[in-house]
Nanobody, 123 residues
Framework: QVQLVESGGGLVQTGGSLRLSCTAS????????MGWFRQAPGKEREFVAA????????YYADSVKGRFTISRDNAKNTGNLQMTSLKPEDTAVYYC????????????????WGQGTQVTVSS
């Protein structure tokens, strides 16, 4: 089992930045691919970014490419999502997730989820 806790959400103006963190506990975090997803009211949960087990490969949704950066520190069992140039359409609850394997962009492939953190971007 892996327990995940997100932090760092909040309210920011358009064009601003936020850094989300995900702290993992339980089994070895480095054995999992880590991803970030988001869910806006009335919408399905969508893929944002993912990072491979050792951090050598990263993947992004087209909507955030060039603005968001995913990273991880396996020694500290943490992952981060640096978000810049935020837009109102980025407003959502952001979830950290970990998977043992599968499609990194599919929520159904993830085995462990955090409780989510709210990000609100005002116009």
């Amino acid at each position: 089992q892996v327990q995940l806790v997100e932090s760092g959400g909040g309210l920011v103006q358009t064009g601003g930045s936020l850094r989300l963190s995900c702290t993992a506990s339980g089994r070895t975090f480095s054995s999992n691919v880590m991803g970030w997803f988001r869910q806006a009211p009335g919408k399905e949960r969508e893929f944002v970014a993912a990072i491979s087990r050792r951090g050598g490969s990263t993947y992004y949704a087209d909507s955030v490419k060039g603005r968001f950066t995913i990273s991880r520190d396996n020694a500290k069992n943490t992952g981060n999502l640096q978000m810049t140039s935020l837009k109102p359409e980025d407003t959502a609850v952001y979830y950290c997730a970990a998977q043992n394997g599968g499609n990194y962009a599919s929520a159904r492939s993830y085995d462990y989820w955090g409780q989510g953190t709210q990000v609100t971007v005002s116009s």
